[in-house]
């Protein structure tokens, strides 16, 4: 997907270009763009299916055009400001020939840009196999390292539009929840940091996040009764969050409403009942 990419796209398309295991099609979805986009994409319009979105319609929308397009087994995303390195489809795809059960693969990614990091994953875990309950309390797959197998994807019933800045976590969640997963141990991708792809929107991606470590109970209910204890603390804090951030906004009755929930949770009670006095 793309949105006002011009400045990007042909380096994250030249690195696509550049795989050692060529990508069957590359689909690029341009999602409302006002830029100079098409004359970016000129030298690349040979080599590409190039779809359209006449008016933003957001990135979870853009990725489900490009797999509805998509014909190929396996589905790699690739953010517009993003890239891979050369050997990334090559060393995924060897990873899970023959083996049925593998409907999601992830690697390692090095971050540039404004701030240098060799390793996004260095202290998160790297799970393989059934990876739900593990992906629940970290995030630790990046859209532009995965590989996911379409049929998996489409049985999911592809992103969701309704989350801000946790619709691939959702995505990944589902997957997990009935596929296994696979890592490769290598940094096969780059996550280019710019002012553009920070999130504008604290409280807003917080409360996506909220509404779906709730909702990840519908999707493997054993799992997540299992991992109940770390999810409760993690809803607790995301929640305390809100209502912090609400407060110091001035925004009394949302954060009254936020610091409410985290008080139901026991071990957070007694700050959030600290923060609903000061929030009357």
Not at 16 to 35: F, H, K, M, N, Y
Not at 122 to 137: C, Q, S
Not at 164 to 173: A, H, I, P, S
Request: glycine fraction near 4%; proline fraction near 6%.
């Amino acid at each position: 997907p793309v949105h006002n990419g011009a400045e990007y796209i042909p380096a994250a398309l030249r690195s696509v270009l550049a795989q050692t295991q060529p990508a069957q099609e590359i689909i690029v979805v341009d999602d409302g763009s006002r830029d100079n986009l098409d004359q970016a994409l000129q030298p690349f319009l040979s080599q590409i299916i190039f779809l359209r979105h006449p008016q933003a319609l957001g990135v979870s929308a853009a990725r489900n055009t490009a797999i509805a397009a998509a014909t190929g087994e396996w589905l790699a995303f690739l953010d517009h400001d993003d890239e891979w390195l050369p050997h990334k489809t090559e060393r995924q795809l060897r990873a899970v020939a023959g083996r049925p059960e593998i409907g999601l693969v992830y690697s390692d990614m090095e971050v540039f840009g404004e701030t240098n990091k060799p390793s996004r994953l260095k202290d998160l875990p790297t799970p393989r196999g059934w990876v739900f309950k593990e992906l629940l309390l970290h995030n630790f797959i990046t859209p532009s390292t995965a590989l996911a197998r379409r049929a998996a994807v489409l049985e999911v019933g592809g992103f969701n539009n309704d989350f801000y800045n946790v619709q691939d976590r959702d995505l990944f969640l589902r997957l997990a929840a009935r596929w296994q997963a696979e890592y490769v141990p290598e940094t096969l991708a780059r996550y280019r940091l710019h002012p553009g792809n920070f999130s504008k929107n604290r409280p807003s991606a917080l409360r996506c996040l909220f509404l779906l470590l709730e909702k990840a109970n519908e999707f493997s209910p054993a799992d997540y009764q299992e991992m109940w204890p770390q999810v409760r603390h993690n809803l607790a804090e995301i929640s305390f969050e809100l209502g912090r951030l609400n407060l110091a906004e001035g925004k009394l009755d949302v954060a009254r409403e936020w610091l409410r929930r985290s008080a139901r949770y026991p071990d957070h009670r007694g700050r959030a009942l600290a923060y609903l006095a000061a929030a009357r």
